[in-house]
């Protein structure tokens, strides 16, 4: 048995409005977690690739910021997987980090004392949500088009010219 056109519309509203539902339940998460992150004031002292070896390279972030301990310093090396040192550059998710700059990072909710430099209110964070509640909402107004095409398609098919 084939499904009508307007079951189909149907079908399609119905799944448009669960995919933009899981896409707004899942920005929760992480927007929950930054707004339970702390935040501190960082200078970068320098970023850029710590090592090389074939198809691999890591990037060394050199990060100081003041606490009531005193000076803190940390090194986050990131590896990144390129076939040329200017894909790894372009692939390489601080590269905006800009040495001699001074940057708010996140700290880990649980760990204040743990730096989170990539996180953030950024597409790595929420590009995937974003993408699925664009595709939600196309698709439920895909099948609301459905519908109403095949609602009045069949409103003419009642009346009956004289």
């Known amino acids: 048995m084939k499904p009508s056109r307007r079951a189909l519309g149907k079908i399609f509203t119905y799944l448009g409005l ?14 929950m977690e930054l707004q339970r992150s702390g935040r501190l004031t960082a200078q970068v002292l320098g970023n850029d690739i710590g090592y090389r070896q074939p198809g691999m390279f890591a990037f060394r972030l050199q990060l100081k910021w003041t606490t009531a301990d005193g000076e803190q310093r940390t090194n986050i090396t990131t590896p990144v997987r390129a076939a040329s040192e200017e ?18 990072f996140y700290t880990d909710p649980e760990n204040p004392d743990r730096i989170q430099p990539f996180k953030g209110y950024n597409w790595t964070t ?25 609602k009045t398609e069949g409103q003419a098919k009642l009346v009956k010219p004289r």
């Not at 995919?19 to 927007?31: F, N, Q, R, S």
Request: proline content about 2%.
């Open 18 to 31: 669960f995919l933009t539902g899981v896409a707004v339940i899942g920005i929760m998460g992480p927007h």
């Open 87 to 104: 894909q790894a550059r372009k692939a390489y998710r601080g590269r905006h980090l800009v040495a001699g700059q001074t940057y708010e």
């Open 126 to 150: 929420f590009g995937t949500f974003l993408l699925l509640s664009v595709a939600g909402i196309a698709v439920f107004f895909t099948g609301m088009t459905i519908v109403r095409k095949d």
